[in-house]
């Protein structure tokens, strides 16, 4: 039995490796926010989310993903958010994504432009598997990642934990109805991860770039460098055409199951049977 449970804990530890760039949004089965009709922000399963939006040096490692445009933002460097991004394209780097974990399977069957159809891994495939999915938040994930306290005593108005207007600019601050801020000239995006932390661990869930939703209607939520506090709150969603492009539009992804519990039970399942094999029980 020691020697067990010394290997699970050393793969507890190794499971870390797999955590970076992601931030864990538990809690799970938490109620929906009773504001905005009371039907967003519950989700029923822990999982992750980009701290940053997906950056363009990220994004051209996924050979054949986009167009060749999304680098919109070269000036402000390769860790500027890829932008110029259609559903399309978000959903086919979440695929790249998934297909690198986990050996040729994907998030979504993109039959057609807007990116509609589920793949061969899906969310409740990933749940019931324990094989990490990468995919784009639906919008209750994304609201409750930017919105959901961290005390889960209920929502905020803003991402960053408050009723409070966000501060514009600054290292501190967000990027929003910009004129000249530190980091970009008027009207300019930022460095992905440039700014205020959010409540969750996030960053620039209010502001610089809009973040696609997955669903195929074309939703975008967060507000862009140019827009004014109101698109940053919890009500200030968009609807946009899926397959348009814009130098303001971005996204970032969800790992569901998170990637440390994906890992766990995927090495604990080896592990497991491979002590059975020697030790004849568990």
């Not at 974990?101 to 749940?127: F, Q």
């Amino acid at each position: 039995m020691k020697t067990k449970w010394m290997i699970m804990a050393g793969l507890m530890a190794l499971s870390g490796m797999a955590q970076a760039g992601f931030v864990t949004i538990g809690n799970a089965g938490n109620a929906p926010d009773p504001a905005n009709g009371g039907t967003y922000g519950d989700v029923a399963y822990t999982y992750r989310i980009s701290a940053t939006e997906v950056t363009i040096a990220e994004f051209q490692l996924a050979t054949g993903v986009g167009n060749n445009n999304e680098n919109y933002w070269s000036g402000v460097g390769p860790n500027a958010p890829a932008s110029y991004v259609s559903l399309y394209e978000a959903k086919k780097y979440a695929n790249y994504l998934t297909q690198n974990a986990n050996g040729g399977s994907s998030a979504y069957n993109l039959y057609s432009a807007d990116g509609t159809g589920a793949g061969s891994y899906t969310r409740a495939n990933a749940m019931n598997d324990g094989i990490t999915v990468y995919a784009l938040p639906t919008e209750d994930e994304w609201y409750k990642a930017a919105y959901f306290k961290t005390d889960a005593s209920g929502y905020s108005l803003y991402a960053n934990g408050t009723a409070n207007v966000p501060i514009q600019g600054t290292a501190s601050g967000w990027n929003y109805y910009n004129s000249g801020y530190v980091n970009g000239a008027s009207n300019y995006t930022w460095t992905a991860g440039y700014g205020g932390v959010e409540q969750n661990g996030t960053v620039n869930m209010m502001g610089n770039v809009w973040e696609w939703m997955e669903t195929s209607s074309g939703v975008l939520r967060g507000g862009g460098y140019g827009n004014i506090e109101y698109y940053l709150c919890s009500s200030g969603s968009y609807v946009h055409d899926p397959v348009s492009e814009g130098d303001s539009v971005g996204f970032r992804v969800v790992a569901i199951p998170e990637p440390a519990t994906a890992l766990i039970l995927g090495l604990g399942g080896a592990v497991i049977a491979l002590y059975r094999r020697f030790f004849g029980r568990v």
